[in-house]
């Protein structure tokens, strides 16, 4: 194997919301672990009661504020999103994105 990649995983739904594609998600996150790369997924923090960090079978999860309302969910989740990226997106090798509002 070659040198291991920091992957940034940008999933705007993850654990503990469940369906197809977080599941998806979270499986190829943790065979990325695996193989012996860094993986951190970023996604919406929609419950005040979620952690804000976590770690799953070595999946660093970082949840964004969220503001839990029709109209402004998305908009939320994209400014925030945008922040972190800002902030962070350098650290990273690699940045796949799944969108599925």
Known sequence: MGEALRVL???PQFRPAVGGYEQAAERLGI???RRGHR???VTE???PAWPRTENIQGL???RLTSWNRR???TLSGVLF???YLLSHARQFDV???SYTH
Do not use: A
């Open 71 to 73: 109209k402004l969910q």
């Open 95 to 97: 940045i796949p994105v």
């Open 81 to 83: 999103l945008t922040r």
């Open 39 to 41: 993986v951190t997924v």
């Open 31 to 33: 065979e990325l672990v």
């Open 60 to 62: 660093e999860v970082q």
């Open 9 to 11: 995983m940008v999933c």
């Open 45 to 47: 923090r929609r419950d």
